[in-house]
């Protein structure tokens, strides 16, 4: 076999192997996501065939297509605070149709027709909305009444297609309030995510410190920025979560704890948004070589032992009922063992620029405690005083 072949030969393996492993990711990404989507298919499986046939066997109405529509669309899915979304899409489907009813009732239909009534669909739905969901469902069901013949022999006349809208969306917003979904689960998924990447840039950063390794310091601090969209996820499910427990019977008694919940994920952002400052001060510290080798141990033990910390919270949010309360107890014992280290001269630190990281260091530590429930004056107490 000439060179020139064998080269084409290990490119094609190459390729086959990348090949490969971007399916196989894609496979277990799809699986995945297909597995957490199995509730929510199901919802909205019952709301578009509930909604018909309401609207078909209650009411009487022949192919009541805008019905399903409406509960469909309203259903979705999305990442926003659900029971809002339900209702501006419900709102949204309602509004389309009613409007595009009342012009055809009074132009008839066509194409100039469809033009004003989608025009002033989408100019309504800004007007009274600022969000984009709305002006696109006003727009599409004012198209769909135009184009689509009106029923007939209807006791409601042309205002069939409206009342059908209605049902659909109150059909999805019941579906949202009462079926079994923990509004939990999402929350304390996302929010378990932040702690452990959290602790993984924590410990990155303490072997940057021990090995003098300023790139490890940079990944670090990449891997820091990079909980920062993790965070709004966190504080969109905490904001779906809210508004379920707010509205729905079967989920008020979790309204405490989503309120402990929201609390932790307040102050995890503070601690995230500190550690990337503590990173890129150690960065400054390795660059200039401004520690002893005594003194970048002591910060490093400090930083893996706030890690530690940091995984007691992942596994308490996890827990429900006195899981939860011993597991963060757990943690504060564990950060405020940590908080009596951070003075300078505990550690063995002399230096400007270790002082000013151990002063970084101390506010952390005030977050990480804050956020397992505990006051901030508590937390400030356990700071050795300067």
């Not at 030969?9 to 996501?33: D, E, I, K, N, Q």
């Not at 009342?102 to 007007?127: E, K, P, T, Y």
């Not at 890129?280 to 002591?298: F, K, N, P, T, Y």
Request: charged letters at 20%; one cysteine or more.
């Amino acid at each position: 076999m000439s060179e020139h072949t064998a080269g084409l030969s290990a490119y094609g393996r190459h390729l086959l192997r990348s090949a490969t492993r971007f399916l196989s990711r894609r496979v277990r990404a799809g699986g995945a996501r297909a597995r957490r989507s199995v509730v929510p298919a199901l919802q909205m499986t019952l709301a578009g065939v509930g909604a018909y046939v309401a609207a078909e066997q209650l009411l009487g109405h022949d192919a009541p297509i805008f019905a399903a529509v409406a509960a469909l669309l309203a259903m979705g899915f999305t990442r926003e605070p659900r029971i809002r979304k339900v209702l501006e899409v419900a709102v949204g489907c309602t509004l389309g149709v009613l409007i595009g009813d009342l012009l055809v009732h009074a132009f008839g239909s066509g194409a100039l027709v469809a033009l004003g009534v989608v025009f002033i669909s989408v100019m309504l739905a800004r007007f009274l909305d600022s969000g984009p969901v709305l002006a696109m469902q006003m727009g599409l069901q004012a198209l769909l009444v135009v184009m689509l013949p009106a029923p007939v022999d209807s006791p409601l006349g042309p205002f069939t297609r409206s009342v059908d809208a209605v049902i659909g969306g109150v059909t999805a917003l019941l579906i949202a309030l009462l079926t079994p979904k923990d509004p939990r689960s999402e929350p304390v998924r996302e929010l378990k995510a932040v702690s452990d990447e959290l602790s993984r840039a924590l410990r990155e950063t303490a072997t940057a410190l021990r090995s003098s390794d300023s790139r490890e310091a940079w990944h670090a601090l990449i891997r820091s920025r990079g909980i920062q969209p993790k965070i709004d996820d966190v504080a969109k499910a905490i904001t779906a979560a809210r508004e379920l427990t707010r509205y729905s019977p079967a989920h008020r008694r979790h309204r405490p704890y989503m309120r402990r919940i929201e609390h932790a994920a307040d102050k995890l952002d503070l601690a995230v948004r500190s550690l990337r400052v503590v990173t890129r001060r150690a960065i400054s510290v390795i660059d200039h070589a401004a520690l002893s080798d005594a003194g970048m141990e002591s910060l490093a033990t400090v930083l893996e032992e706030l890690a530690d910390g940091s995984v007691l919270i992942s596994r308490a949010v996890v827990e429900p009922g006195p899981g939860f309360e011993r597991g963060m107890q757990a943690a504060q014992d564990a950060l405020a063992a940590v908080a009596a280290k951070l003075h300078p001269k505990h550690l063995g630190i002399e230096a400007l620029e270790g002082e000013t990281e151990v002063l970084l260091l101390r506010t952390m530590v005030v977050d990480l405690l804050e956020a397992t429930g505990m006051p901030h004056d508590e937390a400030d107490e356990h700071l050795p005083v300067l």
